[in-house]
């Protein structure tokens, strides 16, 4: 079976180095131990360098929060591509929600998209609605979010595209729950029709579709269970080593 990628967001977490460092370590630790899973870990970008010293072997990627579409120039406050392959970044999270509620639209995450797939990195397109409404507009929207993120995304640079589904309501603190794999399966389907829409079926078929929001070490196996998962994305629990080495031993059984 295909490895199973687990990608850790730690969004902006944890608030010191050494933290970084302590869970960096544990996760890295484990990782070593695993053959069937991918592992990533997306720290704030100013830890990115320090944990890059730590990392040995291929065994843990780093992956980074964000990217700029510019290559360099007057953007205070951004971090290039060139920066991000300085730091031995591999992966990068590309219109999270929580960058779209701060204002990043379809259009910038496009921009952010094309920059990321064209200097190589596996980007991670995070796409969800925020609510279901009885109606399923949910669906139209999840498909014009898709269309718009990936527009003018050439069959070539596809195979770099990773996509998240992460519906809104399941993510973080505030979550009312998170999916049930169900509805991770159907939303998972109807991705892969819009991706056959865009780049044919044998294309979209190749593109590894993942889930987050509201990951833990206990639902973790029924997410890696849905037919054609490619793996997880995972906030809170990634910052709690325990948890996330049982969801990564997990990770490594299913895809056995
Ligand atoms: P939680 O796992 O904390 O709900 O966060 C999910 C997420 O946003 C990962 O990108």
């Known amino acids: 079976m295909a490895k199973k990628t687990i990608i850790a967001n730690w969004k902006m977490n944890p608030g010191t180095l050494a933290e970084a460092k302590k869970i960096f370590g544990s996760v890295k630790k484990t990782a070593q131990k695993l053959s069937h899973v991918e592992t990533v870990v997306c720290p704030p970008f100013v830890y990115l360098h320090e944990l890059w010293k730590g990392t040995s072997g291929k065994k843990c990627a780093l992956g980074a929060q964000d990217i700029f579409w510019e290559r360099a120039g007057g953007f205070t406050g951004e971090v290039s591509s060139s920066m991000l392959s300085d730091a031995l970044v591999q992966y990068v999270i590309v219109g999270h929600s929580e960058r779209r509620a701060l204002g990043e639209t379809d259009d910038i995450v496009n921009k ?65 729950r998170p999916a049930t794999p169900h509805e991770f399966f159907e939303m998972l389907i109807f991705i892969r029709k819009i991706l056959t829409d865009m780049f044919g079926k044998k294309e979209a078929f190749a593109v590894p579709v993942l889930y987050g929001g509201s990951v833990d070490h206990r639902n973790a196996k029924e997410f890696l269970a849905v037919d054609g998962s490619a793996g997880l994305l995972v906030g809170r629990a990634s910052l709690e080593p325990k948890l996330f080495q049982e969801i990564l031993f997990s990770a490594d059984l299913s895809a056995r």
């Open 112 to 176: 952010k998209i094309h920059r990321a797939v064209k200097d190589g990195f596996k980007t991670i397109v995070c796409v969800g609605e925020k609510e279901r409404d009885a109606h399923a507009r949910y669906f139209l929207f999840l498909e014009h979010e898709i269309k718009q993120s990936l527009a003018k995304v050439t069959r070539a640079v596809l195979k770099n595209i990773i996509i998240a589904y992460e519906p809104l309501w399941a993510i973080g603190k505030e979550a009312k």
